[in-house]
């Protein structure tokens, strides 16, 4: 079956370090994105890439990274510079702008 | 500046006793709007992509119609198995890549 893949579904990082969130993909969609859900907030846009090796950042980027070496993969990488890093994050891919998104089933990520 | 806002946060229905969610918009020019609904721990799942006043699109107990200021997400007769969070999202014509999301309503069915 086709669809979206994030790994770990939970992950813990303590002060200082860096953590990276698994995304992959094999519904053959060009555009990825990545975002940020908070309780009572909607989603907000961390990173997308709307073609391999190139990405741009969204509305919420300090403190993020991400890299798209292949079609299917777009790691986001959360760095000891973000400050405020747990919530649930959100991979998606599209298949063309007018499209809806399809997401994955998330990763949970908290600062112990 | 592109917003999206839901109403209600909250909303416990009996099973059977049908009401709307709301999902008001303001953005520059519509490219479409998308509706999701979303399990706890989950990601969202797809729901409905409306692209022009007056359309609507119906899938079992959900019915969405579009406006040009709104959407509205109606529920017809609910089931517990209809409890989630919706969510809502718009794409302006202005932008090729991204959708703005609102913070979702929380549906809760009581059997």
């Known amino acids: 079956d086709g669809g979206i893949t994030q790994s770990p579904k939970y992950l813990f990082r303590k002060e200082g370090q860096n953590v990276t969130l698994s995304c992959e993909q094999n519904?053959?969609?060009?555009?990825m994105y990545w975002y940020r859900q908070d309780p009572g907030q909607g989603l907000r846009l961390i990173y997308y890439?709307?073609?391999?090796?190139?990405?741009q950042k969204g509305d919420i980027a300090e403190g993020y990274s991400v890299s798209r070496e292949k079609k299917e993969s777009f790691p986001l990488t959360v760095t000891s510079a973000q400050k405020n890093p747990t919530a649930f994050y959100l991979c998606?891919?599209?298949?063309?702008?007018?499209?809806?998104?399809?997401f994955g089933s998330g990763t949970r990520l908290t600062v112990v | 500046e592109d917003q999206v806002t839901q109403s209600p946060e909250a909303l416990r229905l009996q099973e059977g006793e049908s009401s709307s969610l709301n999902c008001s918009y303001t953005?520059?020019?519509?490219?479409?709007l998308f509706w999701y609904r979303q399990d706890p721990g989950k990601g969202p799942e797809f729901l409905f992509t409306?692209?022009?006043a007056g359309e609507e699109k119906e899938k079992e107990r959900l019915k969405a119609t579009l406006t040009k200021k709104e959407s509205f997400l109606h529920i017809t007769a609910p089931k517990p198995e209809d409890s989630a969070t919706y969510l809502c999202?718009?794409?302006?014509?202005?932008?090729?890549?991204?959708?703005?999301f609102g913070s979702g309503t929380r549906l809760l069915v009581r059997p």
């Open positions: 998606a891919s599209r298949w063309a702008p007018n499209y809806g998104y399809t």
């Open positions: 409306l692209y022009s």
């Open positions: 999202a718009v794409q302006a014509l202005d932008s090729s890549y991204k959708l703005i």
């Open positions: 953005v520059s020019g519509l490219r479409g």
């Open positions: 519904l053959n969609h060009d555009a």
């Open positions: 890439s709307q073609i391999v090796n190139d990405f």
